[in-house]
């Protein structure tokens, strides 16, 4: 072999071992800041929903391995200015814990599943609670842009190297990924090593083997970028300017909601009566047929397969539809039954926990306008809950028979 020939790979060797040395070096030292300031700035860090939280990994864990946090995965409610939002009520631990919030705009069912399979072993054993939002249920699901505002290389590239996922359920994550395609644009050794895991060709196999060292090597890269914006976050992120409410270490809960339900009693007989009679079964059949057409359902279902498979002990939240504007659109009870009673029977056949607050399906002062955000009130409701399932005061969950 040539020099000439030879030359240019001594040069990639160079660069691949100066490139090894500094990814060494940067973990170095941004693994003990990580921790230190993680510390430092704990209510910060955990009760705040912020996007290296919703995209990286390290605070996700370190909310499953505390056992003084309770970890809470949503979507737009989560970073809402309400003083009652959870993260909010529990920020002082005052019954004991706090809340972990993950998520943000357009977080959906299968953002969630990839969130935590790509946990692993992390949350095995672990409680987590996921707050629904009826608006993911009807066609046609996760949207593109929603999926690539939430979509995260590193947490992809850890459910392919995932063995704590039992095979068919990874792949199966892995395929729906794959359908995102805009999200894989600018991943292109990612998609072609999760293309070629769901081959069954000699070809297939081939190409997934050459091409596992170096999307390891990018693995260990996008941890050490979650390191790094996870140091920097901690040294940036203000928190929250609201003041820290105190609650008592046993609040009353009733003496809490009460006022809530007396302002609201006014609002409720003024907007909460509509006649059913108005009700007309062209809108109702548009609506099932729009609940049927979304692949959210779908996704739902590996979400809930994946806290069956990792052993998580999940309660499921999933917020009322605004009961009062779908009867003045003459949409019935019975239409959007299809969505209170779908999420507690699959849960059921998985063995979660699913809260019911479908009573509170015409209540005016439950839910922030047209908008599927939890109002004050709601928000204690939800907290009260929070409480009970960190506490261990919720029967357990019954798994239906075969």
């Not at 990018?218 to 929250?240: P, R, W, Y």
Request: hydrophobic share 40%.
């Amino acid at each position: 072999m040539s020099d000439k020939s030879t030359a240019p790979r001594l040069l990639h060797l160079q660069a691949l071992g100066i490139a090894l040395v500094g990814f060494v070096v940067i973990v170095a030292i941004t693994v003990p800041v990580v921790r230190a300031r993680e510390w430092q700035t704990r209510p910060h860090l955990i009760a705040e929903p912020f996007s290296q939280k919703n995209q990286g990994e390290i605070l996700q864990r370190a909310g499953f391995n505390r056992p003084d946090v309770l970890m809470v995965y949503g979507s737009s409610e989560l970073i809402q200015k309400v003083p009652t939002r959870a993260s909010e009520f529990f920020r002082s631990a005052p019954t004991g814990f706090q809340v972990c919030p993950v998520g943000k705009a357009g977080n959906q069912s299968l953002l969630i599943a990839e969130k935590l399979a790509a946990l692993g072993s992390s949350i095995r054993h672990r409680k987590v609670v996921i707050i629904l939002s009826p608006t993911w249920f009807v066609k046609p699901g996760v949207q593109e842009d929603h999926y690539d505002g939430n979509f995260s290389p590193l947490q992809a590239t850890s459910i392919l190297f995932s063995k704590d996922l039992n095979r068919g359920l990874r792949l199966r994550l892995t395929k729906r990924m794959l359908e995102f395609n805009a999200s894989l644009d600018d991943q292109p050794l990612l998609d072609a090593y999760a293309n070629c895991a769901l081959g069954t060709s000699r070809l297939s196999n081939l190409s997934k083997t050459a091409l596992r060292p170096f999307l390891y090597g990018q693995h260990a890269l996008l941890i050490a970028e979650d390191h790094v914006a996870t140091a920097f976050s901690s040294f940036t992120l203000k928190g929250s300017d609201a003041p820290w409410i105190i609650q008592p270490a046993q609040p009353d809960w009733n003496a809490l909601i009460e006022p809530y339900e007396k302002a609201d009693a006014v609002t409720y007989a003024e907007e909460g009566d509509i006649k059913q009679k108005t009700a007309d079964l062209r809108y109702d059949e548009a609506l099932i047929t729009d609940f049927k057409a979304s692949r959210e359902w779908g996704d739902f279902q590996l979400l809930l397969e994946v806290l069956e498979d990792l052993h998580s002990e999940a309660l499921i939240i999933p917020i009322p539809m605004t009961g009062i504007y779908d009867d003045k659109h003459n949409v019935s009870r019975k239409a959007r039954d299809y969505y209170y009673l779908g999420i507690p029977r699959m849960c059921a056949e998985h063995g979660m926990r699913a809260a019911d607050f479908s009573d509170h399906d015409r209540d005016a002062g439950f839910l922030i306008g047209r908008s599927t955000h939890p109002t004050e009130k709601a928000w204690l409701y939800f907290n009260r809950l929070l409480d009970d399932f960190y506490h261990d005061r919720l029967p357990a969950p019954v798994k239906p028979k075969a």
